[in-house]
């Protein structure tokens, strides 16, 4: 069947929304040495075609992989997150294939700025869609992991793309699993904003997360944050 809605504020099961805390002992990781922060710029290719880029979906604007040569999940709020990129003469590709591994463009990648505009996830989509020459600044992810055990709900609103996510965004840290975590492991607070992409071990498609969630009590979570986004 098609993927259900999901880009709104409201958690798709009531399974998913709240869970109690058991502390891991980890330590953040410190972000790599290498560059956290950099710009891409995206030329126009040959068969670049506007009009196939108008797609709405779940009241977002949607860019068509084919076009640019990246899949983008533009449900986590601010910042456009990176879901899968393609190799070939696409604009991504392109820019991939000559700039030097620090620098390319990844899938886990956070977009946060598109032609100037940052902070305002409508903006920086309709730059996507309407110009083929983009300058982009993006930022590497940083991984954390915490431990809860879940009770009836998780306890956070949750954002997602059911069509081309492969993380869970959270919307808001509410009482219950995930705000007792934080109680107990002020070094390694989960944030507004920071996205569940795997669970378990556990990566893929929004759905393949989504149900491990469901199905599993305990539940080890990698975060990913942006990487310019110190820890307290």
Known sequence: GGGGGGGGGEPPDPSIDSASAVDAGQKVPKAKNSVNEFEVT?????DFDCSEAHVFRAGVLSYPAKTLGALLDASTG??????????????????????????????GDFIVESNGHRGNMTMMMQEMHLYPNLRLLVTRAMEYDINVCKQDKLGCGITYDANSGISIGVACVLSGPIQMWNDQNRSKVVLDGDGIVAVNGVRGSTGDILEVIKQSKRQRMTMARLASNTVE
Do not use: W
Request: net charge negative; glycine share 6%; aromatic share 8%.
């Open 78 to 107: 601010n910042t456009i997150f990176v879901s899968e990129v393609y190799d070939g003469d696409c604009p991504v590709g392109l820019y991939n294939k000559t700039a030097p591994p620090e620098r390319q463009l990844k899938a």
């Open 42 to 46: 995206l030329e126009q290719t040959d």
